[in-house]
Nanobody, 120 residues
Framework: QVQLVESGGGLVQPGGSLRLACAAS????????IGWFRQAPGKEREGVSC????????YYVDSVKGRFTISRDNAKNTVYLQMNSLKFEDTAVYYC?????????????WGQGTQVTVSS
């Protein structure tokens, strides 16, 4: 079964950290660009980060640069998003998705999402 599953979300205080995981089943994740997206209530979905296939270049939205890091562990067929120095405005449901390349429309494979809540 072709599937992406996000995990690692939760409740964290401002300034705290979380590591999100996007685990792929049924296909080889390394052959795909993996993007992280987030959507907060009442807001449009926002691209957060993307890593190209074959451990290529990584990209970040300006608001998370220096705080978030995307990486691959091909042995685990998983992409991670390390989220440090979290802020209230990072609160959202975070999704991962696969496409042929960063810059694609990511209309194919999506996970179910994981909730990140930053609150004091």
């Amino acid at each position: 079964q072709v599937q992406l599953v996000e995990s690692g979300g939760g409740l964290v205080q401002p300034g705290g950290s979380l590591r999100l995981a996007c685990a792929a089943s049924g296909f080889t994740l390394d052959y795909y660009a993996i993007g992280w997206f987030r959507q907060a209530p009442g807001k449009e979905r926002e691209g957060v980060s993307c890593i190209q296939s074959n451990n290529g270049s990584a990209y970040y939205v300006d608001s998370v640069k220096g705080r978030f890091t995307i990486s691959r562990d091909n042995a685990k067929n998983t992409v991670y998003l390390q989220m440090n120095s979290l802020k209230f405005e990072d609160t959202a449901v975070y999704y991962c998705a696969a496409d042929a390349r960063c810059g694609g429309d990511f209309s194919g494979y999506w996970g179910q999402g994981t909730q990140v809540t930053v609150s004091s």
